[in-house]
């Protein structure tokens, strides 16, 4: 699944251009929902950390104002590039509104600690992990709009999916060779995608 059709979206946001909130929220629900998962969160909670996150970035009434998937097109996020790099101020949001979902189960359910994962280093392993998952599939997406749709296939279905190159080449009426050509060429432009996506 891809998180967002709109190419680098992430460029955008660190340039510090004005982004949607349509646009912002395709892309990076998914990512706030995985990382809530990986914390132990509940489905209701995560969708609650979902809507607490993007309300914060976007400082607007949005939380019981609109359906989140009706918010007004001219609703818009800017970022300032002086606040330092996206991906961590990213995570400070969603680590400060986990916890504050934690600390509220906790009223309710009289629990003596928070999870494990509320640790800075624990939390900070689940973050990079879903983060450089995140990355990937954007670099996909982009990726595929690069290259040609028979090359895209071939990189997908021998690289991704493991399907033996005989039958990759056979299905796609390609040579052997070409399927391994372009696997190289992709996984090479792949590479310069998520270089650029998470440049420092």
Not at 34 to 53: A, I, K, S
Not at 160 to 186: G, M, T, W
Not at 187 to 192: D, E, G, S, V, W
Request: aromatic share 12%.
């Amino acid at each position: 699944m891809a998180f967002t059709t709109k190419k680098s979206l992430l460029a955008r946001v660190r340039a510090g251009d004005e982004v949607s909130w349509g646009e912002f929220y395709e892309t990076y629900r998914p990512l706030i929902q995985l990382v809530g998962r990986d914390c132990g969160l509940t489905r209701d909670e995560n969708e609650e950390l979902v809507q607490l996150v993007l309300c914060e970035f976007f400082q607007k009434d949005i939380l019981g104002k609109y359906n989140l998937d009706e918010v007004p097109a001219d609703i818009t996020f800017h970022y300032d590039p002086a606040r330092g790099r996206f991906r961590h101020y990213f995570k400070a949001i969603v680590r400060n509104q986990a916890l504050k979902l934690y600390r509220k189960r906790k009223e309710v359910l009289d629990l003596d600690s928070i999870p494990e994962v509320a640790d800075d280093a624990r939390f900070d392993d689940v973050w990079e992990e879903e983060w450089h998952r995140h990355l990937l599939t954007q670099a996909l997406v982009e990726l595929r709009a690069q290259v040609q749709p028979v090359t895209f296939s071939a990189f997908e279905m021998y690289a991704i999916q493991e399907h033996p190159v005989k039958e990759v080449a056979d299905f796609l009426q390609l040579s052997v060779d070409s399927v391994y050509v372009a696997k190289n060429r992709c996984i090479a432009a792949l590479k310069r995608i998520i270089e650029k996506l998470d440049r420092r």
